[in-house]
């Protein structure tokens, strides 16, 4: 590989919430005991140096001594339409569909601001990521929760007759997709996104569709932007994206909104300016710039197959070592969603017993049940292999099997 993807970055003290917030309390993990260092799980970012093209962007514009008021560059837009075009063979995007949004969830509390009214019920598949369900909460929605139905190969599938009754009952008329979903790392096929599509058009429906995760698909797999399905799902949907997930720079912010519909995006862009915190950050916008070049793509390209080989090792140890622990295999993402209900329940042991035997050695994982999993834990796979090798060792001696 021509990108290092095998050396433990140190990132302590360098502004990392995955290891400086440990043992802060809320939903953060423990530190360890003695004699155990981290393996940071928990926080979706990712412990590999981003594409070197992206600080030469950032370094390069912050040696101009000016970070005056500005308006996007003509490159922002071009990189984000060949990005489209090369990545998920879009054609027909132009600048105008285009637009900045502080964030993902920024952009789905501005688009539920559009078209829904404070008070209506959200759908929304589970189990479903905390910051959906909590941006719902904190404006003023209702959410309704259709649950992800797990077939007979293992496979995350939507519940279409779930879906329907609930829209049905509740008068949805919103609903929030997850492309690639979050946390269970399932790819819609094509004809699961026509089949869900041609519910909400039924329904009259908008959707919001986050496709943050849509550049981190493992290999055998292809990501369908919804937007792409059929003409009226362009016409009612609102895509989000972001070179945040796909390239390590959560702490830049800088996501952007895809509208094909005039009228949803003229009120957008018109509530996005309400609160007047919506603008983009000069550096975030050459970030962007330097993440979606030729280099920027090779590097996302390797980092896939590093993620194919962490998330295949990782569902292998757990089918042979960690008896009555489930694990669906993702197949996007770089996240593992564990089901460990059996295990619990064979060994009195509760969800807390799990994470602080897990936390007391340093293997840093996530609370499950903030994304609606009972007995679940999310543990972050993009680390070097070793780390990942070393944290399934300690799961083993001191979790699952001590």
């Known amino acids: 590989m021509k990108y290092d993807f095998t050396s433990i970055m140190d990132r302590h003290g360098m502004d990392a919430m995955a290891v400086d917030g440990l043992g802060a309390g809320g939903a953060a993990p423990k530190l360890p005991r003695e004699g155990f260092d981290v393996i940071p799980m928990w926080v979706a970012d990712m412990n590999f140096p981003t594409v070197p093209t992206i600080p030469e962007a950032i370094i390069r514009r912050a040696q101009h001594p000016a970070y005056g008021y500005f308006s996007p560059r003509r490159e ?22 285009i637009s900045y949004a502080n964030g993902v969830l920024g952009g789905v509390a501005t688009a539920l601001n559009v078209i829904a009214s404070r008070g209506d019920s959200v759908l929304l598949h589970s189990p479903a990521y905390i910051g959906f369900t909590s941006t719902l909460r904190n404006n003023g929605y209702n959410t309704v929760l259709s649950p992800l139905v797990s077939d007979e190969n293992g496979v995350w599938r939507m519940d279409y007759e779930d879906m329907e009754r609930k829209i049905v009952e509740n008068r949805i008329h919103a609903a929030v997709f997850c492309s690639p979903h979050n946390p269970c790392g399932r790819v819609w096929e094509r004809w699961e996104l026509e089949k869900a599509m041609e519910l909400f058009q039924k329904y009259d429906v908008y959707v919001v569709s986050d496709e943050i995760w849509s550049d981190l698909i493992l290999e055998g797999y292809r990501h369908i932007p919804t937007q792409s399905v059929s003409e009226d799902a362009k016409m009612r949907t609102i895509a989000l994206y972001a070179p945040s997930k796909t390239f390590n720079l959560a702490g830049l912010v800088g996501s952007y909104r895809i509208v094909y519909n005039k009228r949803l995006r003229e009120q957008m862009d018109k509530e996005a300016k309400l609160t007047q915190y919506n603008h983009m950050n000069v550096l975030s916008m050459h970030a962007l710039i330097g993440a979606y070049r030729p280099e920027g793509a090779q590097w996302v390209d390797e980092l896939c197959q590093v993620l194919t080989g962490n998330i295949l090792f990782a569902c292998d140890y757990i089918s042979q070592h960690f008896d009555g622990v489930k694990v669906n295999k993702p197949e996007g993402t770089y996240m593992l969603f564990l089901d460990c209900t059996q295990w619990c329940e064979t060994h009195s042991k509760t969800i807390d017993d799990v994470e602080e035997a897990a936390w007391e050695v340093g293997v840093a994982i996530q609370d499950g049940r903030a994304f609606h999993g009972p007995y679940h834990i999310r543990m972050n796979l993009a680390l070097p292999l070793s780390r990942v090798q070393e944290a399934f060792a300690r799961l083993d001696q001191y979790v699952f099997n001590a």
Do not use: K, Q, T
């Not at 922002?76 to 569909?97: K, M, T």
């Open 76 to 97: 922002y837009f071009d990189a984000i339409i060949g990005w489209h075009r090369e990545r998920n063979g879009v054609e027909g995007l132009c600048p105008e569909h």
